[in-house]
């Protein structure tokens, strides 16, 4: 019988201990990672477009490479968050929080480089906001016709 | 004793979801079978397959992305414990034309079925 009273009192002080203390295991994915041997069988130049499509499936992005040349990028992402939030009443309407996460991953890709023939120049695995340092806008037509 | 674990039980879990979010229509893999590089051109894609979600200029040359977006969410309130998954798949297609707007590449990939309800520990490699 003093068991079961220290499970109540315990249940009862959880059930109190909710609205200032929250733990979370939240995770999230978005798409999906490609199979490995099918990018390593990936030459690192001198394919047309068409393999790399077929190879890996639609691109996350495309962008223009050097006015004529092409960048494709694949994306995948699984994060895994665990956060705990201790909120604590200090005064009447104000009260204090503190918060803790552990992100584990960033979003990882693979980025692809090709000419002006769209032929593959290179391609590099790794984190996205690493390879692909910035964005630019699109080329204006007489950066177009420039020889 | 069984309804004391049955009191400790609903008190335990006061809530839970699912929810499922899609955006734009799944892209059919029949319409995907009609292009045909160096002949099809990109109205008639656009007549097949609608407008699309993104347009990107390639010099003179342009791509055009189709996307339909799956998702699924599932999450577990335990008092102060909470547990949530959220997984995002896609269908997705890149058409890329030439100079004169014909199609000259496409690249499908069609995963949006493949979004699953599950909880942060859950394996999702199938």
Redesign the interface.
């Known amino acids: 019988m003093i068991a ?1 009273e220290r ?2 009192v315990a ?1 009862l002080i ?2 109190g ?2 609205s200032c ?12 990672d490609f199979d490995r041997a099918t990018l390593e069988s990936l030459p690192k130049s001198g394919v047309g ?2 393999r790399c ?2 190879a ?5 992005y ?3 490479n050097e ?2 040349g ?1 960048v494709l990028a694949w994306s995948w992402s ?1 994060d ?1 968050t665990f956060s705990g939030t201790v909120s604590i009443p200090v005064y009447r309407s104000q009260s204090a929080s503190l918060q803790y996460a552990d992100v584990r991953d960033r979003q990882h890709g693979v980025v692809a480089w090709f000419d ?1 023939n ?1 032929q593959l120049e290179d391609w590099r695995e790794g984190y996205l906001n690493e390879l692909v340092t910035q964005a630019r806008r ?2 204006t037509l007489d950066e ?1 016709d420039a020889p | ?1 069984k309804r ?1 674990a049955l009191l ?1 039980a609903v ?2 879990t006061p809530g839970c979801f699912l929810s499922r979010t899609y955006v734009n229509a799944p892209i059919e893999e029949a319409s995907i079978a009609q292009l045909r590089p160096g002949q099809t051109t990109a109205a008639q894609v656009v007549a097949l397959l609608g407008a699309p979600t993104e347009v ?5 040359r342009s ?1 055009y ?1 189709y996307e339909h977006d799956q998702q699924k969410r599932a999450g577990l309130f335990l ?12 269908d ?3 058409v ?1 034309f030439d100079e004169n707007d014909v199609l000259s ?5 069609l ?1 949006a079925d ?1 979004a699953q309800y ?3 520990w859950s394996d ?1 490699s199938e």
Do not use: C, K, Y
């Open positions: 079961l499970v109540l249940a959880v059930a201990a909710s203390i929250t733990f979370q295991w939240n995770r999230s994915r978005e798409h999906r477009l068409d499509l077929s890996m499936g639609a691109p996350t495309v962008w223009e006015v004529h092409l699984d895994r002006e769209w699109p080329a177009i | 004793m004391v400790l008190l335990l990107v200029q390639l010099g003179r791509a992305r008092i102060v414990v909470v547990f949530s998954n959220n997984d995002n798949q896609a997705r297609t890149w890329f590449h496409v690249g499908t990939t995963e493949t599950a909880m942060p999702l």
